[in-house]
């Protein structure tokens, strides 16, 4: 225990929100040992270094991109899906960085995005009442009561999942795809056919011309690593305690402990209260931290949260991801911006323009309107230019795959298409063609 009094397992005297009912203790502790015997997945020092990155965010030099799916699933952990979740990000963070010109910092909801809190424990299939979907990480979204089950094994599964993920991001950011002499090659066919496609083909040309020209003029661009590997993290809700305390670990460089499930942990909107389990878990990690932000929140509440999570007020520790609904965001967003500003809390902002905007269609699929995302993040950047502070950054679910889940966008998606390519196991996402589309219009709000 630490002299303040905070343990991997201080949480455990404290009222966890969005548990899974594990069926059997035995089963549990098993697994919970297994893990806890398995390598870390990420490194302090690479948590450190994300760290200082997001330190930059802070100071309103460079700006975050988190983005990808809502829940992963353990049904599509192909290389194929994997790479065009990257393609898409690394497409947006081209967009952003050339056409606002600050640097981006790259952060995926990915290998370990498996636990999904929920609105209702139940939910009714026909005549009968079932135990919600929870995520792969809990159990399967199959209709069915024996597919509800809480299974604590998945929490290994997950493990592995994360882990084959992970090898390949690295594999994928630091092998060379990712060298932005590929920079045309991450525009999918199906994307590069639009519109925007188009307008993202004009960026990489031009990103073409820059290079050769900086090579005619003598520069060595083989030698200027940045140009060929990009950082890019992995974070996720950090929902199930029992997986991310036994993916904690103590670093010997600097003694402290890291969360090394992912290299950013967040704490959902329905797990931020300030006594609950989930805070007090994430009080004492040494990993940059996110926390949801949604409408209940006021002044008060928003310093309460800082001061817990970040008492010494170390920039890029901490970020507060606003979901307010397009509607509320104008109202709700400046007291919150001023608050913490007037406290003296060195907050990255990020706006996810998502969560406060989802609905059902008629046809029953949950959806969010495109223009609905784009009003929040109009909202969230008049409102920093208000109060006088950084627009930090934009955290987003989408896919790389050619989904009918979001309405609008350039494709134009109408409700009576959602069902075409709905595929999400949870939340409507973005497909890519509306993600690089969002990444133009928040380049324009960042120059302006
Ligand atoms: C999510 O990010 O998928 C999510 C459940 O968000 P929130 O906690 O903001 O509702
Ligand atoms: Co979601």
Request: with cysteine.
């Amino acid at each position: 225990m630490s002299a303040t009094g905070w343990s991997p397992q201080t949480w455990r005297t404290r009222t966890a929100s969005q548990q899974p009912q594990w069926p059997d203790p035995a089963e549990l502790e098993r697994s919970e040992k297994e893990l806890a015997g398995l390598p870390p997945l990420v490194f302090a020092g690479e948590a450190r270094r994300l760290q200082s990155q997001l330190a930059a965010v802070a100071e309103g030099r460079a700006f975050l991109l988190q983005a990808g799916d809502c829940a992963e699933s353990f049904d599509e952990l192909s290389a194929d899906a994997i790479r065009d979740k990257l393609k898409v990000i690394l497409q947006m963070a081209v967009v952003l960085t050339y056409g606002a010109g600050v640097p981006v910092v790259k952060v995926g909801r990915i290998a370990g995005q498996f636990a999904k809190p929920r609105s209702s424990p139940t939910e009714r299939v026909g005549d009968l009442q079932i135990g919600s979907f929870r995520g792969h990480m809990v159990n399967d979204d199959a209709p069915t009561v024996a597919a509800r089950r809480a299974d604590p094994q998945r929490m290994v599964t997950a493990y592995h999942h994360a882990t084959a993920t992970l090898n390949l991001i690295r594999a994928f950011t630091k092998g060379g795809f990712a060298d932005l002499s590929q920079v045309h090659s991450w525009n999918q066919q199906f994307v590069a056919s639009s519109e925007e496609g188009r307008r993202y083909e004009q960026i990489a040309a031009e990103i073409d011309a820059a290079l050769r020209f900086m090579a005619a003029c003598g520069i060595d661009l083989h030698a200027e690593q940045t140009l060929h590997q990009v950082d890019f993290y992995t974070s996720h809700e950090a929902l199930i305690l029992e997986y991310e305390q036994a993916l904690t670990r103590n670093d010997s460089l600097s003694g402290d402990f890291y969360d090394c499930s992912a290299h950013m942990l967040w704490i959902g909107e329905r797990t931020r209260q300030a006594d609950g389990a989930h805070v007090e878990f994430l009080s004492g990690v040494h990993n940059p931290l996110g926390c949801k932000i949604g409408p209940s929140v006021d002044g008060d509440e928003l310093v309460g949260l800082c001061d817990r999570l970040n008492p010494e007020r170390i920039p890029g520790r901490l970020t507060l991801i606003t979901r307010m609904g397009a509607d509320r965001a104008a109202d709700l967003l400046p007291p919150l911006f001023a608050a913490a500003r007037d406290a003296g809390h060195p907050v990255v902002w990020a706006c996810d323009p998502m969560h406060g905007n989802t609905f059902a269609s008629d046809s029953g699929h949950k959806t969010r309107r495109f223009d609905d995302i784009l009003k929040e993040l109009r909202a969230f950047f008049d409102a920093h230019r208000q109060i006088g502070t950084w627009p930090g950054g934009i955290h987003v679910e989408l896919t790389g795959d050619d989904v009918t889940e979001c309405l609008g966008g350039f494709g134009d998606i109408v409700e009576d298409q959602l069902h075409l390519r709905y595929t999400t196991t949870c939340d409507p996402r973005l497909n890519a063609r509306q993600a690089i589309d969002l990444a133009f219009r928040v380049a324009e709000l960042l120059r302006s």
